[in-house]
């Protein structure tokens, strides 16, 4: 199990373990994760933001305002998270989180975090053992914060028991282990198709249509978030994954898109293929643009391939699923195109229907699976539509493994 692809806010106060933070965000990166680094003012008395800056390959951010009074956005910065870890927590840190208290940049991303929290607390033996300690760490717990236990030793005091922060090791290990139900697909190979595709007539023309192809970039960054290895053969676009681990294969005609596809599918576990591909293109693309002539012009136009219905002939383990766009039949058209293509599920989405289709933000789908059983789903941000269709994959993949 690892973090690889999260986003670590990693939130530094001022105590001595801030220095084992250098070794802390080393591991992280190693893991794979995207760190970046809050500190406050006298955490920098421990260990420098510039090797923070420097490990984390990202800029570190110690106050509200940078050098040249640019504003640093704490809300900003606490969304990018998947985790935010604040290592070492000293008492004065606590003891603003449990309150409340927002007077540096730590505390604002804490207050404004919408991830998961992992606080590592450290202080000297008898201030960790304290009532007041105990009652702040039992507040934070109240409003969802994990707390990851210090540890048993010798105290910068020279005092020795409870009270050290917990080392890199563990810090990573007790993260981890929460991010493990959050990944059902850590190990998996997706393959994603999306876009249009444009079948060139001639150097400056092309036939094509009117998909944005958002509805395939936010499924294959959902199954990133997912934990798959995702791999996204994208039709001209202008969309692009958030999740940096998308691989993703520009493509230009349904020929390029079917090499693509074809060449990913057999390491594929789940593919799905969400992309209007042309169905016909020019039997002939001139070299040179067509002159505009007297009279009309005729263009012959010969079938592409069928990516689906081919790579559904190969399919052995795969999950195999696709898109059906319709004007009218939506179900029955849906339903032919299950059978025809080998699929395991369709997801029927309506050309027409409010709110549907291309180049709108919202999508209302209806997944049919093999045995024709529908699910419908509500209208909702092709976003949040494409968590459900990972979800239902998901959930297929455990029900047919
Ligand atoms: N598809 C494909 N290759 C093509 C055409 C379609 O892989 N040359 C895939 C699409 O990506 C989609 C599914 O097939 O997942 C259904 O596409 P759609 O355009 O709805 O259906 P067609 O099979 O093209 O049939 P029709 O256009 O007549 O509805």
Avoid at 141 to 166: C, D, W, Y
């Amino acid at each position: 199990m690892s973090l690889k692809n999260k986003h670590i806010l990693l939130g530094i106060t001022g105590g001595i373990a801030a220095y084992k933070c250098a070794h802390l965000v080393r591991l992280l990166i190693k893991q794979g994760a995207l760190v970046k680094v809050v500190m406050t003012k006298s955490a920098e008395g421990f260990v420098t933001a510039k090797t923070l800056s420097v490990l984390s390959k990202s800029e570190v951010v110690t106050d509200f305002f940078d050098t040249n009074n640019n504003w640093n956005n704490h809300v900003a910065l606490a969304e990018w998270a998947d985790a935010m870890i604040i290592a070492p927590l000293t008492a004065n840190t606590l003891a603003k989180f449990a309150t409340g208290i927002c007077d540096n940049i730590v505390t604002a991303c804490y207050l404004s975090a919408r991830s998961k929290v992992f606080v590592a607390p450290t202080m000297d033996l008898d201030m960790y053992q304290h009532p007041t300690t105990a009652n702040n760490l039992e507040v934070l717990k109240k409003n969802h914060t994990f707390i990851i236990p210090a540890e048993s030793g010798e105290l910068a005091s020279g005092l020795v028991g409870e009270g050290r922060m917990a080392e890199p090791e563990n810090i990573i290990a007790f993260v981890s282990h929460y991010f493990e139900n959050d990944l059902p697909l850590i190990g998996k190979k997706v393959l994603v198709n999306a876009g249009p595709t444009y079948e060139a007539i001639d150097p400056v023309r092309f036939i094509g249509n009117r998909s944005s192809g958002k509805m395939g970039v936010a499924i294959a960054d959902e199954f990133a978030k997912a934990g798959a290895d995702v791999t996204l053969v994208l039709g001209p676009s202008h969309q692009k994954p958030t999740e940096q681990s998308v691989n993703v294969i520009k493509v230009e005609s349904a020929q390029e898109m079917f090499t693509a596809c074809n060449a990913a599918f057999a390491t594929s576990d789940v593919v799905i293929l969400s992309a209007a591909v042309a169905d016909y293109k020019p039997k002939e693309i001139s070299d040179l643009k067509i002159k505009k002539k007297e009279g009309d012009l005729t263009l012959d136009l010969i079938k592409t391939t069928d990516i689906l219905e081919t790579l559904g002939k190969q399919k052995k383990h795969q999950v195999l699923a696709g898109f059906a766009l319709e004007t009218n039949n939506l179900i029955d058209y849906a339903k032919e195109k299950i059978s025809k293509k080998n699929l395991d599920f369709i997801v029927a989405n309506s050309a027409t229907e409010t709110g549907s289709g291309f180049g709108v933000d919202t999508n209302k789908i209806t997944i049919i699976d093999k045995h024709n059983k529908l699910y419908n789903f509500e209208l909702k941000s092709k976003q949040e539509v494409a968590k459900d269709i990972v979800h239902f994959a998901i959930n297929y993949l455990k029900t047919h493994e």
